[in-house]
């Protein structure tokens, strides 16, 4: 599945009221001491459990800023790795992510791409995340990605939620930077369904257009998540480039979408990290 690929994700359903439930999994930052792999497994293993289960990669899945990089820091790894992990560093983050959620291959969607793969494969002519999407056989997208969700029931007319996913963009910290940030998103597009990272916050927001159907007037909604992240910014140790900016902290979190197929309403629960 290309960025903006007109190819649908297809689920098949026993019928239109039986849910789905999208998972997000975003701002991983393998690699960093933040980090919390504890979390992530306890997420994978609720995905694994969820029989209407489906998920996501919406980027920053490592923390890809290897030695020869100005930002990189030492102390700011985590203490899980190797100081010889660091000689092939995009390829340890790659395959840590790949093992951390090959249990949950088969019900990925697709992965996007963030800033953290983007920015290591321009310096380093790769692509982390056509990398990560090879190690588990799924589908690569982009760093925004349009796409169909196409859900089939046994009998009768499958319904079609349409998705825009984007990585991420500015620096949104306060909570109306973050509202604002996903209204800017929602209104670059008509589709039902949009979904942000990158700026580590959580939050769901339903917008609505107004539109003149066949003369009657139609509230069409749109519903946008900012889908948390699974770092968190605050660790014990030396400061990190978060805390040296004062970033807002933020329990890491991973927005668990629930869409009605037969009327595409949505409403989110979070999966929330334990001991923040
Ligand atoms: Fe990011």
């Not at 790769?126 to 859900?151: E, K, Q, W």
Request: proline share 5%; net charge neutral.
């Amino acid at each position: 599945m290309d960025a903006f690929s007109a190819r649908p994700a297809t689920l098949k359903l026993k019928n239109l009221d039986d849910p789905v439930h999208l998972y997000i999994i975003q701002d991983v930052h393998l690699g960093e001491r933040g980090c919390r792999e504890d979390f992530l497994a306890e997420v994978v293993a609720e995905i694994a459990q969820d029989r209407r289960a489906v998920w996501y990669g919406n980027g920053d899945y490592g923390a890809y800023m290897a030695p020869d990089d100005k930002r990189f820091r030492a102390d700011e790894v985590s203490e899980r790795f190797a100081i010889a992990d660091l000689a092939r560093w995009g390829d340890t983050l790659t395959e840590a992510f790949v093992d951390a959620v090959a249990p949950i291959r088969d019900k990925c969607l697709g992965l996007g791409s963030g800033n953290h793969e983007d920015v290591y494969g321009k310096r380093n002519n790769c692509n982390p995340t056509y990398d990560i999407a090879a190690g588990l056989h799924v589908p690569h997208t982009d760093y925004v990605t349009a796409f169909d969700l196409r859900m089939v029931p046994r009998t009768g007319k499958p319904k079609t939620l349409s998705v825009l996913a984007h990585h991420g963009f500015g620096s949104a910290v306060t909570p109306q930077g973050k509202l604002a940030a996903l209204g800017k998103l929602a209104g670059l597009t008509t589709a039902r369904l949009c979904l942000m990272g990158h700026s580590h916050g959580r939050a769901d927001y339903e917008f609505c257009r107004v539109e003149n159907q066949n003369g009657k007037i139609r509230h069409v909604p749109q519903y946008a998540v900012l889908g948390g992240s699974v770092v968190q910014t605050y660790v014990r140790g030396p400061s990190n480039y978060a805390q040296r900016r004062a970033m807002p902290p933020f329990r890491p979190g991973v927005a668990k979408i629930l869409i009605h197929p037969r009327t595409l309403e949505m409403t989110t629960e979070w999966l929330m990290a334990s001991g923040v």
